[in-house]
């Protein structure tokens, strides 16, 4: 883990550095993998570089993505190659073991990246010519990933918001602030809003499949309750949290179980509030911005609890075209291309870039929102699970079963929360990493539920 050690207070991170425009972008979903082969006209040859990512899987962005690249990157072709997280992952474990490295670059989240460290190449020379970028402190240092030499370089970093149609802010609690919401407060008024509409819920949330429901839990709901994610698993604050999750869900769409993303059944109509990640809530407003408002989540009794998601660049050890590579990186961190990046797929600068003033407007409302997140007082960023590799899933499993066990199938919460810390620790004891934000970071211990 990148973050020094330090008590669970060093997870609040400097507000206003983190979030420059707004918000960003890492946080791909696992999605089915494209194929390894060039989806950006390059062939992958000699003076083309191969870019590997597990950003921009959706068909829709990964076009758009590319466009940028073969508009704004004059360096080199790039052959941009986006796949799940678990074929990156083995597809640069095996060129590295094999010594035959045929990737030039790679980009992903935090997370993606930390377990290859010795395999990338340091590249503090980079970053000390890009300092003009002005990457946050906080974010640069992740990109050290636990050691003392810059392993990748920021390059954009998502969130999650609510988006509420302007109907449902007439049930809003007398005296409350949509843009500063407990989570008390957005219970009574999911409660009074289901009442107001005629007995149907109005809230939404993305338990579908494919749905990231599980980030709501493992950012929001149990750091603003514990002020932890895993530590914290089972304590009485989390015993809490979850008696609250029990009854918001009776207030949610039951549909909500069928929901890949939130931006559909929102424009659609058939729910008026939703948290997701802000890619996959930016269409909802896009026909008619003026009726939306998106707002920051809710607060608890430990604070607002957030998760902040960095995608990053890094070049393998070996890589065939590192000097193009580098070009590339430096292309892409330019604050032009970085708005360029915002405006077209929804997934924000990690540099100072100046604000846009054309961006879309469902855009700009989400910027705001991130902006009003970031900026709030006794924030706890969270960050998604590091170090633990192709073991996501199993880790977002336990949070997923814990949800259906609770709010579901109706069984005692501090039962199910035993069950699953059990669970939860076999998992944790097989990868033995440190603990990520915000539980406390201890480069030499091993994260365990307490």
Not at 27 to 36: E, F
Not at 156 to 168: D, F, G, N, T
Not at 292 to 307: F, S
């Amino acid at each position: 883990m990148a973050a020094p050690p330090g008590p669970l207070a060093d997870a609040r991170l400097a507000r206003r550095t983190l979030l420059g425009l707004g918000l960003a972008a890492g946080a791909a979903p696992l999605l089915t993998a494209c194929g390894g082969s060039s989806t950006s006209g390059a062939d992958g040859g000699e003076g083309a570089v191969n870019f590997l990512s597990t950003q921009f899987t959706p068909v829709e962005e990964r076009q758009r993505f590319e466009t940028i690249l073969s508009e704004r990157v004059k360096a080199a072709p790039v052959a941009y190659n986006p796949v799940a997280p678990g074929v990156f992952a083995s597809t640069l474990t095996s060129q590295a073991d094999a010594g035959n490295m045929q990737i030039s670059l790679v980009g992903g989240v935090h997370g993606d990246l930390a377990p290859h460290a010795q395999r990338f190449e340091n590249l503090d020379d980079l970053a000390s010519k890009l300092t003009d970028r002005r990457f946050p402190d906080e974010i640069a240092e992740l990109g050290r990933l636990g050691g003392a030499g810059t392993m990748y370089i920021p390059w954009m970093q998502a969130s999650y918001v609510l988006a509420v149609h302007k109907r449902a802010l007439e049930w809003l609690p007398a005296g409350a602030d949509v843009q500063n919401l407990t989570y008390d407060q957005f219970l009574t008024w999911m409660r009074d809003a289901q009442r107001g509409n005629g007995g149907k819920p109005v809230l939404g949330l993305p338990c579908g499949p494919k749905g990231l429901v599980h980030r709501f839990f493992q950012g929001y709901l149990l750091p603003s309750y514990t002020g932890g994610q895993i530590t914290t698993f089972r304590n009485p604050d989390a015993v809490t949290a979850w008696q609250y999750m029990k009854e918001l869900w009776a207030l949610t769409a039951p549909a909500s179980t069928n929901f890949d993303n939130m931006q559909e059944p929102l424009a659609r109509g058939e729910v008026l509030v939703a948290w997701d990640h802000v890619a996959r809530l930016v269409n909802a407003p896009a026909a008619s911005p003026g009726d939306w408002v998106m707002a920051p989540a809710p607060r608890g009794p430990k604070g607002l609890g957030y998760m902040l998601i960095v995608a990053g660049l890094a070049i393998p050890r070996g890589a065939p075209e590192l000097d193009l590579a580098k070009s590339v990186i430096e292309a892409l961190t330019t604050p032009d291309v970085q708005t360029e990046v915002l405006r077209r797929n929804a997934f924000f600068p990690v540099v100072d870039a100046p604000p846009a003033t054309d961006l879309p407007p469902a855009i700009a409302l989400e910027a705001e929102a991130v902006r009003r997140q970031q900026d709030a007082d006794g924030t706890i960023v969270a960050l998604p699970p590091v170090g633990i590799g192709a073991r996501d899933g199993e880790v977002s499993q336990v949070f997923l079963n814990t949800f259906k066990e609770i709010c579901l199938d109706g069984r005692g919460v501090q039962q199910v929360l035993d069950a699953q810390a059990t669970q939860l620790n076999t998992i944790l004891d097989e990868v033995k990493v440190p603990c990520w934000r915000p539980d406390p970071v201890g480069a030499e211990q091993t994260c365990r539920v307490a």
